[in-house]
């Protein structure tokens, strides 16, 4: 089992920045691959951008690429999405998920471990 906490959502003007955290629990290790996901009202669930628990294997949605950046921070047991230049078109709820496994697949029926998601909310 695998208990994730995300935290870090809320609203920013366009082209502004914020930085979500995922906290995890549980039986994480190496070979666990962490995705982001994001959901806007009335749209399909979308892949933001993944890693490995030890931060190899970074991959990222096209719609956010050069923008987003997926970190490990040791220190806290988290994994972090930083946000840059954000854009309307960017907010969405915000999820953390996890899979068992250490390959990259950005299906999201591939990951079995949800959080509660965080509200991301940008302005024009």
């Known amino acids: 089992q695998v208990q994730l906490l995300e935290s870090g959502g809320g609203l920013v003007q366009a082209g502004g920045s914020l930085r979500l955290s995922c906290a995890a629990s549980?039986?994480?290790?190496?070979?666990?691959?962490m995705g982001w996901f994001r959901q806007a009202p009335g749209k399909e669930r979308e892949f933001v951008a993944g890693?490995?628990?030890?931060?190899?294997?970074?991959y990222y949605g096209d719609s956010v690429k050069g923008r987003f950046t997926i970190t490990r921070d040791n220190a806290k047991n988290t994994v972090c999405l930083q946000m840059n230049s954000l854009k309307p078109e960017d907010t969405a709820v915000y999820y953390c998920?996890?899979?068992?496994?250490?390959?990259?697949?950005?299906?999201?029926?591939?990951?079995?471990?949800w959080g509660q998601g965080t509200q991301v909310t940008v302005s024009s």
């Open positions: 549980g039986r994480t290790s190496t070979s666990t691959y």
């Open positions: 998920a996890a899979k068992v496994g250490a390959l990259y697949y950005s299906d999201s029926r591939r990951y079995i471990y």
């Open positions: 890693s490995r628990w030890n931060g190899e294997s970074t």
